[in-house]
């Protein structure tokens, strides 16, 4: 039987009443979906804000990695997956790719002892916790540089996985230099050595697209996320994380127009005016999208029904070394 929208938060609402459930959604969710969330914001902020709240069970929206953050840093929560959408960044890396960039650098003459690690938050459980054995730890879009200058500290060289973007941005950004895996730079000559993954979304935008706005609306502000490729955040005026973003875009004058480069769903609810998203293409993040209201009803239903689907469980040894990763993160 179909539902509206009305009639499933409805249903949705009388079972999170009835039910020891938190319903966490992050800011790239469809806009009937985020409006069920108790908790709502980007990767970081749910992951932490999920470990201070006591229901029993955490109804993840958003993708794989998210919903894995918050199992390993509260193994003691259950947490369930309307959709276990994998982020198509995470999926470009796993554990044997970690390994085949360890022995590249090794290869070019880069013993393991002088590697340091850094995995954005938009990896798998698996090649978090491989960071964490080697002494590693995780970063977001909005801690990153804080996180890359601490590392450089230690006076290794940087392995960053799995976004070549996010790795590029903030090495120029600190003036620092860095090369993708495979380009034909010898590692030995740059600071931070990047893993050649990327997200689809924010590949969209394109320098086109800025020449575009700027023609059509002088004055307009291009803000972009540090995803999108270098070229294009080297000619936006603010480069931001998701909560970044928001924060810049919120304390513009009403009138200022601006053109985000960053996924529509965000986007689309960020200001009623004023407000354009950067492509001629909708950039919405697909595996994001896949969630829908009736998944989260379906999702509660089976914990009321004493079933709980989409269950995420993360094996001991991988558990304890991402969360190793992620709460040295944390710790600065
Ligand atoms: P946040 O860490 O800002 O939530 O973003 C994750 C992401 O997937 C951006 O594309
Ligand atoms: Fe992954 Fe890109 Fe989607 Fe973010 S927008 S979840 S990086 S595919």
Same mark, same amino acid.
């Given at each position: 039987?179909?539902?509206?929208?009305?009639?499933?938060?409805?249903?949705?609402?009388?079972?999170?009443?009835?039910?020891?459930?938190?319903?966490?959604?992050?800011?790239?969710?469809?806009?009937?979906?985020?409006?069920?969330?108790?908790?709502?914001?980007?990767?970081?902020?749910?992951?932490?804000?999920?470990?201070?709240?006591?229901?029993?069970?955490?109804?993840?929206?958003?993708?794989?990695?998210?919903?894995?953050?918050?199992?390993?840093?509260?193994?003691?929560?259950?947490?369930?997956?309307?959709?276990?959408?994998?982020?198509?960044?995470?999926?470009?890396?796993?554990?044997?790719?970690?390994?085949?960039?360890?022995?590249?650098?090794?290869?070019?003459?880069?013993?393991?002892?002088?590697?340091?690690?850094?995995?954005?938050?938009?990896?798998?459980?698996?090649?978090?916790?491989?960071?964490? =054995?080697?002494?590693?730890? @995780?970063?977001?879009? $909005?801690?990153?540089? *804080?996180? %890359?200058?601490?590392?450089? #500290?230690?006076? /290794?060289?940087?392995?960053?996985?799995?976004?070549?973007?996010?790795?590029?941005?903030?090495?120029?950004?600190?003036?620092?230099?860095?090369?993708?895996?495979?380009?034909?730079?010898?590692?030995?000559?740059?600071?931070?050595?990047?893993?050649?993954?990327?997200?689809?979304?924010?590949?969209?935008?394109?320098?086109?697209?800025?020449?575009?706005?700027?023609?059509?609306?002088?004055?307009?502000?291009?803000?972009?996320?540090?995803?999108?490729?270098?070229?294009?955040? =080297?000619?936006?005026?603010? @480069?931001?994380?998701? $909560?970044?973003?928001? *924060?810049? %875009?919120?304390?513009?004058? #009403?009138?200022? /127009?601006?053109?985000?480069?960053?996924?529509?769903?965000?986007?689309?609810?960020?200001?009623?005016?004023?407000?354009?998203?950067?492509?001629?293409?909708?950039?919405?993040?697909?595996?994001?999208?896949?969630?829908?209201?009736?998944?989260?009803?379906?999702?509660?239903?089976?914990?009321?029904?004493?079933?709980?689907?989409?269950?995420?469980?993360?094996?001991?040894?991988?558990?304890?070394?991402?969360?190793?990763?992620?709460?040295?993160?944390?710790?600065?």
């Amino acid at each position: 039987m179909q539902f509206t929208n009305e009639e499933l938060k409805e249903k949705i609402n009388i079972l999170k009443d009835k039910l020891s459930v938190t319903v966490v959604a992050h800011f790239y969710q469809r806009d009937e979906v985020f409006e069920v969330g108790d908790i709502t914001g980007d990767s970081l902020e749910l992951a932490t804000r999920t470990r201070d709240d006591d229901a029993e069970f955490v109804l993840f929206c958003g993708v794989g990695f998210m919903g894995q953050s918050v199992k390993v840093l509260s193994p003691h929560k259950r947490v369930v997956m309307p959709k276990v959408a994998c982020c198509a960044m995470a999926r470009m890396i796993d554990s044997m790719y970690f390994d085949d960039s360890i022995k590249y650098m090794n290869d070019h003459g880069i013993v393991k002892e002088n590697i340091l690690p850094i995995t954005y938050i938009n990896s798998n459980a698996e090649v978090k916790a491989k960071v964490g =054995e080697m002494g590693g730890m @995780v970063c977001t879009s $909005s801690n990153a540089k *804080k996180i %890359i200058t601490k590392a450089l #500290e230690e006076g /290794k060289k940087i392995l960053f996985v799995p976004d070549r973007c996010l790795g590029q941005n903030i090495a120029n950004d600190m003036g620092l230099k860095s090369c993708v895996i495979g380009d034909g730079t010898d590692p030995k000559d740059a600071d931070v050595i990047c893993y050649n993954g990327f997200c689809s979304v924010h590949q969209l935008f394109t320098l086109d697209d800025i020449t575009f706005y700027r023609k059509k609306f002088p004055g307009i502000l291009i803000v972009t996320h540090p995803e999108c490729d270098p070229a294009i955040c =080297e000619a936006s005026d603010f @480069v931001g994380s998701t $909560s970044q973003l928001i *924060k810049y %875009i919120k304390e513009l004058p #009403e009138d200022q /127009k601006v053109a985000v480069g960053t996924e529509f769903n965000l986007v689309n609810r960020l200001r009623d005016k004023n407000t354009y998203v950067l492509s001629s293409t909708k950039p919405e993040c697909p595996t994001m999208n896949e969630t829908t209201l009736e998944d989260v009803y379906v999702t509660l239903k089976a914990i009321d029904d004493g079933e709980p689907i989409n269950e995420i469980s993360i094996d001991e040894s991988t558990q304890k070394w991402a969360k190793i990763a992620l709460e040295r993160m944390l710790a600065l």
